[in-house]
């Protein structure tokens, strides 16, 4: 299993991104994908998880509202658009394959419950 995100950048705050996650070596179909993000010198802090099909998501409560994240299975791909973005925002971005085919709650936000990552892609929000 691979994943690959892709996408990071220099932005303004109030400016938009769209982060992509290329899986390769699974059927992204069968499992729930997530994007998390780290600050340097902190934990790894969950953004979003959505389901199987896309149908259902989670956010975190500072980017609801902002971000939004979706699937295409068809072409393996993930997607996290991020919408006025602010400073706060600034990060390495993760996606990542949750380790069974579904989660609830809480489970879904914990980065110990996820067993394959990208590399991270860097997103800077500043003027």
């Known amino acids: 299993v691979q994943l690959q995100a892709y996408g990071g950048g220099l932005v303004q705050p109030g400016g938009s991104l769209r982060l992509s996650c290329a899986a390769s070596g699974l059927a992204p179909n069968r499992y729930y994908m997530g994007w998390f993000r780290r600050v340097p010198g902190n934990e790894r802090e969950f953004v979003a998880v959505?389901?199987?099909?896309?149908?259902?998501?989670l956010y975190a409560d500072s980017v609801k509202g902002r971000f939004t994240i979706s699937r295409d299975n068809a072409k393996k791909t993930m997607y996290l658009q991020m919408n006025n973005l602010k400073p706060e925002d600034t990060a390495v971005y993760y996606c990542?394959?949750?380790?069974?085919?579904?989660?609830?709650?809480?489970?879904?936000?914990?980065?110990?419950?996820?067993?394959?990552w990208g590399q991270g892609t860097h997103v800077t929000v500043s003027s």
């Open positions: 990542a394959k949750y380790r069974v085919n579904r989660c609830v709650g809480d489970a879904c936000k914990n980065a110990n419950n996820y067993d394959a």
């Open positions: 959505l389901t199987r099909n896309g149908a259902n998501t």
